[in-house]
Nanobody, 120 residues
């Protein structure tokens, strides 16, 4: 099984920074794409950023230039550095990981979510 655990959320003032971390674990052959999604109150969950095992990244237009996703493959950990945070970034942030089992089956895991609140 594949599992992920997030950490690093909290309350920050507009213009501030936060760093989220997500560690993946489990009896899994390989972990491929890892990413962050978010869901604001009353809105649908949306992709924030994603990174492949090889380091290719993709970002939502709303966070380009402010957020940076990175990963440490040796630790199966993905990070989201969030700078110049805005009130509209307030949401629950969820980590997602995709991988393959030893039998070649697709595996996916979602974290419990971590709250990020941007407010003065």
């Amino acid at each position: 099984q594949l599992q992920v655990v997030e950490s690093g959320g909290g309350l920050v003032q507009p213009g501030g920074s936060l760093r989220l971390s997500c560690a993946a674990s489990g009896h899994i052959f390989s972990i491929n794409a890892m990413g962050w999604h978010r869901q604001a109150l009353g809105k649908q969950r949306e992709l924030v950023a994603i990174i492949t095992r090889g380091g290719t990244t993709n970002y939502a237009d709303s966070v380009k230039g402010r957020f940076t996703i990175s990963r440490d493959n040796a630790k199966n950990t993905v990070y989201l550095q969030m700078n110049n945070l805005k009130p509209e970034d307030t949401a629950v942030y969820y980590c997602n990981a995709e991988g393959l089992s030893y039998s070649g089956s697709f595996r996916e895991a979602w974290g419990q979510g971590t709250q990020v609140t941007v407010s003065s």
